[in-house]
């Protein structure tokens, strides 16, 4: 009887330990098959220019432009070289090329005009400015695949510089009316009050109630006004007027002329309400 038993309890126990032997080989190769996918995912997330241009992903939703940029950058510091393959389409090529010489990096790039071809592609003509202050506007085209990714379709090319803007200046004309001397008056004591305090109520005198302004507080020194004058034609409450400056930076010796815009508003007397552009 107790051989029995103990024959039963020793074929019981291989039972149990060859199922947990399989278990754990089940969970062993569970484990094996889990890290190879963590493999392949960080190999995905990994340098882009190194992955399959198909790949690229839209993470910011600003796919091409960021694309246009690191392509840009790469092609200009060696063009047609294996560097620029994991940007490119399937069957795309570039072509022979030369790298330039040291310390003729691109400084910085960006996206300054976008083209749209159909069918998801599109031309960004994107401004690279290298370290000899030189600058020039590569257009690369691009074709986004259904699945988001982003490639060069094709070698890029060097246009030229987009022309200045055809509308005409602003031009300030002489200050009308019988308020004239008055209104210059406030703009020449405003404009160095702005430039050399260093506190919003250090010019609250000349700023309108209820309103605030924020001088520069700068290291700026103020040298001269060249002219006041306003926009438009109006002669009432409300104006805008343009001050002419001229400001020394200490440090570098350097004079800048400056045209202010100013918003002033008549209440008890004039005032400043607002330096366009200024943040508030």
Known sequence: ??????NRSAAGARTVGSALR??????LWALVGMLLVRGVLATADGPRAQA?????PDGVGQAEASFAIRFARAYLADPGSTSTAGYLAAGARLGSGRPPAPGHEVAQAEVTSTEELGGGREVLTVAC???????LYLAVPTARSQAGGVAASGAPWIVA???????AAERPRALTGEEAGAIAALVRRFAPAYIRAGSAGDVSYLVAPGSEVEPLGSELRFVSITAVGQLGSGEGARRTVMAGVRVEDPSTRA??????????????????????GALS
């Open 255 to 276: 004079v800048y002329p400056l045209a202010y815009r100013l918003e002033l508003v008549r209440g008890a007397r004039w005032y400043v309400a607002r330096v366009e």
């Open 129 to 135: 400015e290298f370290r000899d202050s030189r600058t």
């Open 22 to 27: 399989g278990a754990g080989r089940v969970a």
């Open 1 to 6: 009887m107790n051989i029995e038993v103990g």
């Open 161 to 167: 510089a987009p022309a200045s803007a055809g509308v």
């Open 52 to 56: 399959p241009a198909h790949l690229t």
